[in-house]
């Protein structure tokens, strides 16, 4: 149960109309607004210094197309191209194996293996960097799409809530998908045993929770609004990525984060903040991984690596 009460004060952002701007984006006595594919930026009146153009649909348009092209956009090319690889394999999809997070140097090599783990996190939120940023420039921040942590009490107790509803939910689609041989056999960890394994997979966890819930939902909808896009047709978008990007792990997950994603498509527009859905990403990734390295293998219900 979602114990978040309603923001009174969210308020999707209005339409861009062609042409034009982003409203509320422009103090008043602005210049006006350059036509699509003008300079990014704009010399204020009297010769003062440059300053961002305001937000057109062009603008939009490419912000969305590079944000997503050096993210999750190229993830979900990456993920077809391997789910079509998996499908014209001589094995069934429940007799190969998808590894989440894999080591990247020999065992004897462990500080080799954690700096270039190290390094892969470091680098690869740099997307949610770039958006964040982006919303700076348009006037807005990381708490318009309510990424901050100024009601971590209901934060936390939503995205728990969200993590018991999702999590259930997903083990049991990847069971019963494995079952019927429609989904890969995941390994979330395939780490070799080293004193920061635990703490490399949390670490994990949490970004994966920041990058995707800030881009595919915050970012993404935010933008996706500004463009007149409806909540549903946004929501839908989102959400189709989201599967599309889990591709790789099989049919049964692609549909599984389909309903994910529009449950937290579905929360981020009634409650107007990303901060839960992190949460809830984080801690259903925490379990997944710490748990598959003390469960698989011991019992006989949870799919392992042959």
Known sequence: MIWHMADPTFDPQPRVPEGGTAAGSA????????????SSTTRAAGGGPLRPAELTRGLIGMEIACVLALSLGAAAVSSTISFVGALTAPESLAEQTASLIGSQADAERPWLDLSRQLFSLAFVVTPVLLAVYLLHRSRESAATIGFDVRRPGTDLASGAGLAALIGIGGLAVYLVSWQLGLTVTVAPSALNEHWWQLPVLILQAV?????????????????LRQLGWSPVRAAVTGSLLRATYHLYQGVGMFFGNLVMGLVFSWFYHRYGRVMPLVIAHALIDVIAFVGSVYLIGRVDWLPGPA
């Not at 970004?207 to 933008?223: A, H, Q």
């Open 207 to 223: 970004k994966n929770g920041v990058l995707e819930e800030v881009i595919v939902v915050g970012y993404l909808m935010l933008r």
């Open 27 to 38: 103090s008043a006595g602005s210049p006006a607004t350059p036509a699509d594919g003008a």
